[in-house]
């Protein structure tokens, strides 16, 4: 499983999760701009997934991209960190849809759930266009 490689112990100093309003801050864009130093133009946006787990405190743990099919196919990169996480929160753009839908949310967080993830969250629209503004998608 590819995770984006350097983020170590400066990772530890990313803190991606604001305890007052449990979203991510500004520092979502951080992730964004390793997540394009190590995927470069292997990223596509439109059939891509990035999953960001943090630690319980909230800071960046680790970072997946892979590029799905279906939904469905999220459990299987979630599955390896059943229960070790507090947060997740996946960047998806399927099929053209820049964010998920409400059927897609509910099966995300019946994922998530049977996996022992404690909390997750769903980066939206504002994130793409923020990625988008950045050059990051295509």
């Known amino acids: 499983m590819s995770v984006l490689s350097g983020l170590?112990?400066?990772?530890?100093?990313?803190?991606?999760?604001?305890?007052?309003?449990?979203?991510?801050?500004?520092?979502?864009?951080?992730?964004?701009?390793?997540?394009?130093?190590?995927?470069?133009e292997r990223i596509d946006w439109e059939q891509?997934?990035?999953?960001?787990?943090?630690?319980?405190?909230?800071?960046?743990?680790?970072?997946?991209?892979?590029k799905i099919n279906d939904l469905s196919e999220i459990e299987s990169?979630?599955?390896?960190?059943?229960?070790k996480k507090k947060l997740i929160i996946i960047r998806n753009l399927i099929r053209g849809t820049h964010y998920p839908g409400r059927k897609e949310e509910e099966m995300i967080r019946r994922i998530a759930k049977a996996n022992n993830l404690y909390?997750?969250?769903?980066?939206?629209?504002?994130?793409?266009?923020?990625a988008k503004a950045q050059g990051m998608t295509n």
């Not at 530890?12 to 864009?29: A, C, F, H, M, V």
């Not at 990169?77 to 229960?83: A, C, D, S, T, V």
């Not at 909390?119 to 939206?124: H, T």
């Open 48 to 66: 891509g997934v990035m999953i960001i787990f943090t630690d319980t405190n909230g800071y960046l743990d680790k970072t997946i991209y892979r």
């Open 77 to 83: 990169l979630i599955k390896p960190f059943r229960g």
């Open 8 to 40: 170590g112990v400066v990772s530890k100093r990313i803190k991606l999760i604001d305890e007052k309003t449990n979203y991510p801050g500004d520092s979502i864009q951080k992730v964004f701009e390793y997540a394009r130093a190590e995927w470069g």
């Open 119 to 130: 909390d997750y969250l769903i980066i939206n629209k504002q994130y793409y266009f923020s």
